[in-house]
C-alpha cells in the first residue's frame, strides 16, 4: 500500500504495489507461454508479482488466494482451473476489499461483483472456429467419425470448446463424436487416452483436441499404431504454441485455433487501472486467428512461443 497517497483517483507508485497471482500449472505449453509473459510484463512494470503454481488442483488455488488475502496483496489476479466453486473464497477477497481479476479462465459465480474483470479468450468462438473448419475440410464426405479429447474437466475452456464445436457440427448429422474423453490438456493425457480410444475406433477420421499439447500426444498414439497423423486421421487442435505450429507445418495437424497466451500487458493495465481508482472493462477478449498448414510455415519463423 502506498503512503505517499495525496488524494483520491491517484495511482500508487508502482514499487508501492504487491499483486498475487494463482496460476493452473504447468500442464502445457500454452501455460508455460502465459506464466512467462505474466511474469515478464510485472517485471517491466516494476511491480511486484507473487506467484504461485496450483498444479491443476482447485484446492491449491483456494489456499493460495486466502493466503494473498492475508498477507494484504493490493490485487489478486489468478486463472481459474475449473469454473465452479469460488464464490466463498471470493467473497472473503471482497470483504478484504482487495480486487480480484480472471484472468484467461472464468467462474460460473453468479455474482459479478466479486471480480472486476475477466482477461481472456472467447473459448466457444474457439470451438465454433474448429467446428467450420471440419464442416469445410469434410464437405464431400458422407460419413466423419470424430474423437475428442477434452481439457480439464470442469474448465471453462474444456466446456466451451466442446460447446462451440458442437453447435456447429451438430446440424449435420453426418459428424458424430465416437468418443470424447479428458486428456487433461497434458500430452501424456492426449496420448494415453488416444491410445485407448483407437483401439476401439480404428476407423476415425478426425481428433478433435481441446489443444495442442493433447494433439501432440495423439500423433504419437497414432505412429505408434503404424499410422500417418494428419493423412490417415486427420487432426485438430487449439492454441497454436510452437510445437504445435512445428506438426502444423510439418503436415501431423491440419488446422489450429489460435489461443492466445500473452496476457500480461493487459493484466498490468487493468491492474494499474483498479489501483488508480478508475473504471475498468469488466470482459477483455482477447483477438485471436486461425492457422493452415502453409500459414504456420510462413508465421513459424517469427513465433515467439
Ligand atoms: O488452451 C491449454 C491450457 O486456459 C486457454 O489451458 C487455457 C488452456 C489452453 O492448458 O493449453
Redesign the pocket.
Known amino acids: 500500500g502506498a503512503d505517499s497517497s495525496t488524494g483520491a483517483g491517484d495511482a500508487p507508485a508502482p514499487e508501492d504495489l504487491i499483486v498475487g497471482f494463482s496460476q493452473?500449472g504447468a500442464?502445457?505449453?500454452?501455460?508455460a507461454a502465459n506464466t512467462k509473459d505474466i511474469q515478464a510484463a510485472f517485471e517491466d512494470a516494476g511491480i511486484e508479482l507473487k506467484f504461485s503454481d496450483a498444479q491443476q488442483k482447485q484446492e491449491n488455488q483456494i489456499k493460495a488466494i486466502r493466503s494473498y488475502i492475508q498477507q494484504g496483496v493490493d490485487v489478486i489476479a489468478f486463472?481459474p482451473v475449473v469454473e465452479s466453486g469460488w464464490d466463498t473464497v471470493l467473497k472473503e477477497a471482497k470483504d478484504a476489499d482487495i480486487p480480484v481479476v480472471l484472468t484467461?479462465?472464468s467462474v460460473d459465480s453468479a455474482d459479478t461483483s466479486l471480480y472486476v474483470s475477466f482477461l481472456g479468450?472467447d473459448?466457444v468462438e474457439e470451438g465454433k472456429k474448429a467446428g467450420n473448419w471440419a464442416t469445410e475440410e469434410f464437405a464431400d464426405a458422407d460419413a466423419v467419425k470424430i474423437i475428442q479429447l477434452e481439457?480439464t474437466t470442469g474448465?471453462a475452456?474444456a466446456i466451451d470448446r466442446a460447446e462451440g464445436f458442437a453447435d456447429v457440427i451438430g446440424s449435420d448429422p453426418k459428424f458424430e463424436i465416437v468418443a470424447s474423453q479428458t486428456g487433461d490438456?497434458t500430452r501424456s493425457g492426449g496420448k494415453q487416452v488416444t491410445e485407448a480410444l483407437l483401439k476401439s475406433n480404428p476407423d476415425v477420421d478426425l481428433i478433435y483436441a481441446?489443444?495442442?499439447?493433447m494433439g501432440l500426444g495423439a500423433i504419437e498414439a497414432i505412429e505408434a499404431a503404424g499410422l500417418k497423423p494428419g493423412v490417415d486421421i486427420k487432426i485438430l487442435t487449439?492454441?497454436a504454441v510452437k510445437d504445435g505450429m512445428q506438426a502444423l507445418a510439418d503436415g501431423k495437424i491440419n488446422f489450429i485455433v489460435e489461443?492466445s497466451p500473452l496476457l500480461g500487458k493487459q493484466l498490468v493495465d487493468i491492474v494499474n487501472k483498479v489501483v488508480a481508482g478508475e473504471e475498468v472493462e469488466t470482459r477483455i477478449v482477447t483477438e485471436e486467428t486461425t492457422f493452415t498448414q502453409e500459414e504456420a510455415i510462413a508465421a513459424l519463423p517469427d513465433r515467439q512461443y
Open positions: 493452473v500442464e502445457s505449453g500454452w501455460r486463472s484467461d479462465r479468450s473459448f481439457g474448465s475452456p490438456f481441446h489443444n495442442d499439447d487449439i492454441d489461443c
